[in-house]
């Protein structure tokens, strides 16, 4: 038989996963947007509000 080598097997981080994002503004024109986009790009996107809710002043221990 056939050995199933890495190389035949989908590569996890480039699945493409697809959600419902609720747009912020108006709560009378409730929006929703379908974003679509690799495993990657989310946890990416994912350490980019980390970062930025960090950095936003919210922390005030740092402060002298």
């Known amino acids: 038989g056939q050995e199933a080598t890495t190389n035949d097997r989908a590569d996890p981080d480039a699945e493409v996963i697809c959600r419902v994002i609720q747009e912020t503004g ?4 409730r929006r929703r947007q379908r974003v679509c986009g690799t495993r990657t790009m989310w946890d990416q996107l994912a350490d980019q509000s980390a970062d930025a809710a960090r950095d936003s002043g919210t922390n005030t221990s740092s402060r002298e």
């Open 26 to 29: 108006s709560r009378l024109a």
